[in-house]
């Protein structure tokens, strides 16, 4: 297992639309292996694939307070989405230390394969819906801070450049 690097907004690779996985092999469970264990070091809830620089259509989630019910959706497809709505606060490893709201389905049914290439269907609401529903868009290459307004994403972009820049003299 190793650490991946995480990819920080505004890297326009950030912005990469995801392939779908070919085949759930050795290599994509030696990835999704890695890909937890830099979710868990990092202490986010959902880290899709796109986030450490791998376009293709992966994603690992664990909401759980004991951090031990590791979720991997592989080739995510939305089924339903409920048409209520909820305003929910959200966070994102790829745009450290910026949460805002941003207005997401209460409900949620997906289809995936699981880590194992088995067919899985997801029903989740709550924090699971709105952390699916964050994660997926990532693959399509977007990230949460475009629902933004143009002068708060404009701000989050200055911040996270500056940011950069004081990391790397
Ligand atoms: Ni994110």
Not at 128 to 135: F, K, M, S
Request: aromatic fraction near 4%.
């Amino acid at each position: 297992m190793a650490l991946l690097p995480i990819l920080c907004y505004p890297d326009p690779k950030l912005h990469t639309v995801a392939k779908p996985v070919a085949a759930v092999d050795a290599r994509i469970r030696s990835l999704i292996a890695d890909m937890f264990e830099t979710m868990y070091e990092a202490k986010g809830i959902g880290l899709a694939a796109t986030q450490v620089n791998v376009h293709e259509r992966l994603i690992v989630m664990d909401i759980s307070e004991g951090r031990d019910v590791p979720l991997v959706l592989i080739n995510p497809k939305i089924l339903w989405a409920s048409p209520e709505t909820h305003l929910n606060e959200e966070g994102c490893l790829s745009v450290p230390g910026i949460y805002d709201g941003v207005r997401r389905s209460d409900a949620v049914k997906v289809d995936a394969l699981d880590g194992e290439g088995r067919q899985q269907l997801i029903e989740a609401d709550g924090l699971l819906a709105v952390c699916i529903q964050h994660e997926m868009d990532h693959l399509m290459g977007k990230v949460f801070v475009e629902y933004l307004s143009p002068l708060k994403r404009n701000r989050i972009k200055t911040k996270m450049l500056k940011a950069l820049r004081e990391d790397r003299p």
